[in-house]
């Protein structure tokens, strides 16, 4: 997770954001080729990363741990999506699914994974 998942998630994460200040508003989202890409790669990370987390040796269970490595995938695959679009609306949603996939899976199986 440290090495693959986090970094991935934060490149998603910290691509779109609005962030109030004092002395206003600033929206961030990707404006470049390398931007875009780099959001594109590490939400295609995180998709790969959910089916690892789904192989025989790797899986905790083979009911909610697979379940939640699904939604990892499943919204990983809507940043990916989004990126390839360019649509950082879209991209911000996926990246909420994704927090939402990974705090939900951490709830039941951080201490195990430690």
């Keep these: 997770m440290t090495w693959v998942v986090d970094p991935a998630a934060d ?5 779109v954001a609005t962030i109030i200040t004092e002395a206003g508003t600033k929206e961030v989202a990707p404006h470049t080729d390398e931007q875009w ?3 594109r790669n590490g939400a295609a990370m995180l998709a ?3 089916n ?6 790797r899986a905790r269970d083979y009911d909610r741990w697979m379940a939640a490595a699904r939604r990892l995938t499943d919204a990983a695959n809507r940043a990916l ?3 390839e679009a360019r649509n950082a609306d879209e991209l911000f949603a996926a990246g909420e699914r994704i927090y939402d996939a990974c705090s939900a899976c951490h709830q039941r199986y951080a201490l195990h994974l430690q």
Excluded at 11 to 15: D, F, L, P, Y
Excluded at 52 to 57: H, K, Q, S, W
């Design 81 to 83: 999506k989004a990126a």
């Design 11 to 15: 490149v998603v994460w910290e691509s």
């Design 37 to 39: 890409d780099a959001v």
């Design 52 to 57: 690892l987390l789904m192989i025989e040796g």
């Design 48 to 50: 790969e990363s959910g």
